[in-house]
């Protein structure tokens, strides 16, 4: 049993740091100029306008939210004795995250002192979220929620930095996510995962490190969840055809993604039987992979074949990598997390660097520039486009974005990889308490948890 | 075993209720005129115009739906025994309801000797059956599906006129329904438990009155859906820069809660561990307490701080209030629904005057009439306003609109218990079945269920 | 055991099939010309419209995305030792009839030799998968993946057939899909089931086919979703007015169907219980049943009381039809595809005729011939009307728009039966493996699955 007074010294500065959030809040932010009422001068015909428009990202977000919340927090509730925690501190995790996003995020683009809030911050804010959340994938059950909170605050820093290095400044196109969001939370929770790593004797998969029948189930939930609406998360920031086109190459890739799995799950498998943590997780593969170019114009069959090597390479990951990186390196990845969001990030970035450098006006007209900012010919630029500082600057060629796609992955993984082990070097400190091995992958540490007497059995007798 | 006969009259009865429901919508509802096929000399133009537009409020409409039917409906499960009720209990009293308040809440909008159906009806309908869902949950377990449904009955009828009294005729503002709904089915239905409450030997948990493993983990659905969903809720029936200020309000008020409740949580329980009831159901406590007043200004700092606040009253009403009321009272509140609904809406209404006496011109600009229109001055009323009757007229202050918030919630608490005392005498009546006691929070008196042999072990061995 | 070596052809060959679907996609299709970039000489103002333009559909489509992955899905996971074959292959062969289902469906619409893919095609393709996975439905659990794959390819292709002829050709009203999907895929998969029907001693219900509590649970967050979002399901199709009289009428159509469900399912029942299958299936009836006519003037009234005919339909299919059909005719349908969906929609076509032919100017006005295209005058066809084919021409009498709802759903059954008992014929073609009895409605034989020690118990104490 550990200590309960260092617990309540946890407690106590969660609290504060909540605290600190309402203040933070209270001194930078606003809602946006829109959502504030208008002086009376204005048109009545034009307030009349605005309050008529739906907000058509609406539904866009409330799917990403049914992702971060239930598909991720679902999806981790496989372990059979670690549901309260995947399910619960998944929500306290993301609850957290979000309030601290807005903040982070919201640094780069204040406006006179203040950060303006509209529906868009909370997409962004879920969005970094997922980082978070694929990170804790990665460390689940070996950690105590405190560690995770503080890797949280850590991360949604760093991430929200290196989201607007890539996106901002260097202007490279992602916008599902998959280099600033998938790369960066899956190889940040390796990196962590590697600074608490177990001593030698203890780098096996544990006792409970394993799934039962019920809790294979609830953990579908997650998955199917994440399969539905991943084509609103890749769509999700960008608008028109490039909306419809990103929404119709995920629904492919996905698919092909899915069929590969369940065929490379029984090969490689010894009966050749299905395995669960394939279906759970490499089914997604293809929303991540095709992530970065779905916007493109990587047509359907494109998109389909993105989708099955994803599939293909998620399941080896599973099969063969993650063991391995568990026997040799003492990395344990509980849910696979590179497997399903490292490894296929990587190929979206390699894809969106090969169609970036094909990218030319004939086939994309101009529509381009909007595609790839940064291609805009500096004799094209706009009085506003002048005051941005774009890395390198404008007139880039195809091939130039091509270069800057890959460094960007370079870039991300890196950042991720440094910030994870700094990250890990503060969790592992001795200010913060430890699992005991005999505590991971359980609820039992955390979670007042019911008696399991074999009560049903009686009271159906009864 | 109780006789047949009885249950089969009952059903019987309930066929009749349905049927008569057919009859009157027959004869008092129609599709709104908006819906039915134009006279052909309308011009083709205007045709095509309403052809093109979209439902704006589709998507709102189907994510209360998601909370209603899945939210409160898994929520309810987390009794290890009585989850067919718990889901399917709410789906039939749900599908009562909502036809039923189609009728009662149609009866104060009649046009031509007809209710006028649209989706807003349908919204309408939904987010009534949210009240006497909430009632059920403080009763969760102790009545037979019959009183539930009678119970629906009557309360239907009641919160119809109570909402037409304070939205229409006493001009309150509540977007977020804390008031007519959360507290109105809270205190509802807590005096339904207090009229069925137990001898004095039977005032305490029953030996089924807990969770399993699993059921705690089919409850977080709900709990997840309707964290999710509730900005949804909250927003439902504004537009504009009003709606994307309830839905910014409402996500940072949840995210507030949530971090509060596993903070005090952890801070309340012996051994410091967080505890199922309170993430399942405080957490939600952010959403009810900025309901009134997700529409106003209180800027981004002032949500979180009301979610916050409102996690923490329910995280000590669960640990300290709820057995109180049970060992003094005999009140038992199968859900807490005085934790999550009651005092957060308490909360709600007193912050809805504070807002409301401090709203001026200068901060609310035109839209301080639109927010709450009996501050409309008298020269400046309409004709149609004229022929409104509006309670205390027009031309209300700040501070007056601030005394009629509170004079709302006193009101709507007092029909609520007045109200649920009569239904608690109907529901005791002798030509009414009751559940003895050791049917109490199991599904077997009115399942059938399957038995449970170890079969799962046996299979897996042959 | 069956030998590992004819499992790896199988899935070889599914490999094989994914990747011609990849070499289809490239040949024949593309994104519709609405998705591909706009030649420069476009004028800006027209891009920009279209750029701005939210995709009103798609909101309804990700309701739809819901109910095929999770509505079906879960909903078949209560057999208590098949949810990971439900939840699992229910993914794997939709994954393969969408992308099927887009090129079949595509066949009939394409232009310049390519199909032109926006997000109608991906709608399109979610309806037609759940043709197939009502087909499923009737067979859950007595065949092998390879087996309801091969169905799969099959279905779709006639199913793509048949929908063209019913909607373009003969021009029926079916919204719903009540005709094109649901009588389809129930007759389909019944005539499936027929063919592989066991011989006269096993002809009985198998010891696993039953449900536990836990999985009766799980089934039920299938349900639930099918039931909220079948309002989209059927009228995802229509826009405006239509749609919403769709919305209305689904909602109170299902709403009728579950208040009768559980009067039915007690009263048919020995001591008077509720029937967890009636209420997980039965109270969908109503969806099914109001298909057909969901946009039509059929009112409110109208609506519940299909929906309550339906229910009691449905319950009484159950109690008595199911287990006759295996007594007499040895047809397995192991969800009762003929209560839910089958009988229903036979119920929907009848009502249509009824409808259709009562229709007039008078009551539907100018929105008539867009309802029932095929009551097009031929004095008033506009040029492209011309062109298209239409089965017995324009002009047709609202008597014989009745006429050929009545010949549709003859047609489609017959279509279906026929196309089902060849299915059936190739499924026992002694090339494909066929599951032992003592390997039905199991999921070992497919699946790793965990071992269940009684380890909770055990984690508990330590």
Redesign the interface.
Known sequence: MHS?GS??SG??L??LV??V???V??FF???SK???????TVS?AM?EA???????K???F??I??MI??GF??LM?FL??Y??SA??LN??VA??A??WAIIMRGCYEMEDGKIP???D??IGADIAAAAVLISMGALLGRTT?MQLLVMAIIEIAIFAANEFLQIELMRIADVGGSITVHAFGAYFGLAVSFMLRPNKENAKTGP?E?????S???A??GT??L???WP?FNSALV???E???A??NT??S???A???T??FS??V?H??????VH?QNS?LAGGVAVGSICNL?I???GA??VG?IAGVISVLGYRFLTPAMLSSLRISDTCGVNNLHGMPALLSAVFSAIYASLAT?E??????TTIFPAMKQNSTLSEEDMHEMVIGGYGRSAAKQGAFQLFAILLTVVIAIVGGLFTGLVLKSPTMRQLEK?EHH?D?????????S????S??A?
Not at 210 to 214: D, E, M, R
Not at 363 to 368: D, F, K, W
Request: proline letters at 6%; glycine letters at 4%.
């Open positions: 309960p617990s309540v407690y106590v969660l609290l909540q605290i959030f309402i203040i809040f209270g932010t606003d809602y829109d959502l504030l009422p208008k002086n009376a009545a307030e605005h309050e008529e428009q739906p907000l058509p609406y539904p866009h409330q799917d939210h049914v919340f239930i927090g679902f509730t059979k004795r549901g309260f399910s619960g929500l306290l609850a957290l979000i309030q809030l509209s529906l911050n909370l929620p409970m394993c799934s039962s029948y019920s294979d189930i609830t579908m939930i199917i969840f399969w539905i609406f609103s608008d028109g055809a909306q419809e086109r929404i119709i629904y492919l996905l698919a092909g899915t069929v590969t369940f065929v029984a090969l498998a009966e050749k039987k299905f395995d669960m279906v089914t114009l047509h359907p069959f389909i074949m099955v006006t086939t994309y007209g101009n529509t381009l005999d359980k039992d540490a955390y979670w007042e948890t019911p008696a399991e074999n009560t049903t059995a009271t159906n009864s």
